[in-house]
């Protein structure tokens, strides 16, 4: 049933639509009721360019996801570019990787990037940041003290080997000034140029690494410092003020707001602007970081009771994770709005770089691998419609990355020793990598909305979201089913323009958990079709809990 509103919406839509969709119709499947949804892409009007790295990724030295997730060794019997898991940077090209954070997380604030640098031999070994939690876990010791045998050098290996850029995160909690400055001396001065510059070359890189991306902090409201946000503020302006460049742009990222904490945002930009608002153009990034882990339904804010299982839920929690993400696009709007309020031309833009579900232990496929969790559908699902949010607004978010790439919580892969699969999640990167550097175009979906049973009362969530992007004639449309039960009989239009062939891909399944594992790596994998036709109308069903690719060759 189309309530009210929508019926209202759909009608205003339709009627434009009906002027301009007469001819050839393009229909992928026979349709068992008249359309229900309606998308109508505006060619004309783009929202702005889609920046690659709002697909980029991170990394932490925290449980297995350096250790055995990308570092197997150069000795090991495992597939390996020099050390590197080769299974991982292989399918970190066919996403198109473009960025990738290191070496935190909280583990930033508590390195030293000197203890990773140089003969491997000769390396510290160190306590982990994460060694108390990881007690309880029975994690293998690799994790809970730090080698060292992965730093600055295998991390740049890395993204090299990968073709993505670096994206460091410097200590600001536990080492000072100079020790930030010297890093980016190691990592950007010129061949021969300095004594860091030797050691570099020493360890295998003569020419300069040229990293452009630096966060000042992580999480500089709680493991990062614990500071008020004009502490941080000053702290910020004493890290990043006149740390030599070589010949590299720098561009330092700030430690910004846990979800809605409105008062850290205003709280930094108020403090900076008392100083200098000149200094707005030396921020390029305000990193806020969002994990949707509270499904009690109001019950609790308690960080353990309220996360729920990753495996083990019902009809109410696939939907409160849904939810849950979905506020993120109000978050984006609200920083947004706020950073506005001191720096009104938007000088600074936004990084999502921790963005993900959080549930409770005990998904993980590797037991003892600390913050592993197996992603199924419900989070291909999640993922989608964050990554749709984030291109919806181009000219906001500049950078974004999951928490975290590998064998921890929204992962894309998982690996332990030989084996290794790309989880759902990894496969919608795939599917949405066609949207990186696209001109983002306004899209009007209309759709009767997702009815369900939340605590016994009817509820409701969007029942058809996404985004769209162009590049010359082709056009990428990426689109989210969350009901759980329901097609979505659709129709889409371009006006001004004619669809001269599509192909369309899908991932879903009808076990709402479906995940992949060692052993069954491909349970859930996209699945792509060929529409071979023509037409102004494209007509096509969309099946419940479900994400869509479509990509479009307009004439
Ligand atoms: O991603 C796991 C942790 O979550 C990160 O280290 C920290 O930044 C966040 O709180």
């Not at 792509?528 to 690719?549: E, M, Y």
Request: hydrophobic fraction near 35%.
């Amino acid at each position: 049933m189309i309530r009210r509103r929508e019926f209202i919406h759909n009608g205003v839509v339709g009627a434009t639509a009906l002027l301009l969709a007469r001819p050839a119709r393009l229909v992928s499947t026979i349709l068992s009721s008249a359309p229900d949804a309606r998308i109508e892409i505006l060619l004309e009007e783009v929202l702005g360019t889609i920046s690659p790295n709002i697909y980029g990724h991170f990394l932490e030295h925290i449980g297995g996801v350096i250790y055995d997730g990308v570092w197997v060794g150069e000795q090991s019997k495992i597939p390996n570019i020099d050390g590197l898991r080769k299974d991982l940077v292989d399918e970190m090209r066919k996403i198109k990787a473009p960025v990738v954070r290191y070496p935190g997380g909280c583990f930033a604030d508590s390195y030293d990037w000197r203890d990773g640098v140089g003969p491997a031999d000769k390396r510290p070994r160190r306590t982990n940041f994460w060694n108390n939690e990881d007690e309880t876990t029975g994690a293998p010791a690799s994790h809970r003290y730090e080698s060292n045998r992965f730093g600055t050098d295998e991390f740049m290996r890395f993204c090299k080997a990968i073709g993505c850029q670096p994206y460091l995160a410097a200590n600001v909690r536990s080492l000072p000034a100079e020790a930030f400055s010297r890093w980016v001396e190691y990592c950007n001065s010129p061949a021969g140029s300095t004594a860091l510059a030797d050691a570099r070359a020493a360890s295998g890189s003569s020419e300069p690494y040229g990293v452009r991306y630096w966060g000042v902090g992580n999480e500089s409201w709680g493991c990062g410092g614990n500071f008020t946000a004009q502490e941080y503020a000053v702290e910020f302006r004493r890290y990043t003020t006149w740390v030599p460049e070589y010949g590299q742009p720098l561009s330092f990222v700030a430690s910004g707001p846990n979800s809605d904490d409105w008062q850290w945002t205003r709280g930094f930009f108020e403090e900076i602007a008392r100083k200098d608002k000149g200094l707005f153009s030396s921020i390029f990034g305000w990193a806020l970081h969002y994990y949707s882990w509270n499904l009690s339904r109001g019950r609790t804010e308690n960080w353990d009771e309220g996360k729920g299982d990753a495996i083990k839920f019902d009809v109410q929690d696939w939907y409160e994770v849904l939810r849950e993400g979905n506020r993120l696009e109000s978050l984006i709007e609200g920083h947004w709005q706020a950073v506005g309020e001191f720096d009104s031309g938007h000088q600074v833009k936004l990084v999502v770089d921790e963005w993900g579900p959080w549930y409770r232990p005990g998904s993980e496929l590797t037991p003892g691998y600390f913050l592993e969790q197996t992603p199924t559908l419900r989070d291909a699902i999640f993922s989608a419609m964050t990554l749709d949010i984030f291109n919806r607004h181009p000219e906001k978010v500049t950078l974004a990355s999951p928490a975290q790439l590998v064998n921890c919580l929204n992962s894309l892969y998982l690996a332990y020793e030989d084996k290794f699969c790309v989880t759902p999640v990894g496969h919608i990167f795939g599917m949405y990598s066609a949207h990186q550097g696209g001109q983002a175009v306004r899209t009007i979906i209309s759709a009767p909305n997702a009815h369900y049973l939340r605590d016994d009362k009817p509820a409701s969530f969007w029942g058809l979201k996404g985004s769209a992007s162009v590049r010359d004639k082709n056009l990428t449309l990426t689109l989210v089913n969350p009901s759980v039960s329901e097609v979505r009989e659709t129709e889409v239009v371009v006006p001004g323009a004619s669809i001269k062939s599509a192909v369309m891909t899908v991932l879903s399944n009808a076990d709402l958990h479906a995940h992949n594992s060692f052993d069954q790596p491909n349970a859930l994998t996209p699945q792509v079709k060929d529409l071979q036709s023509t037409g102004r109308v494209l007509t096509l069903q969309i099946p419940p809990a479900s994400v869509t690719k479509l990509e479009l060759s307009l004439m």
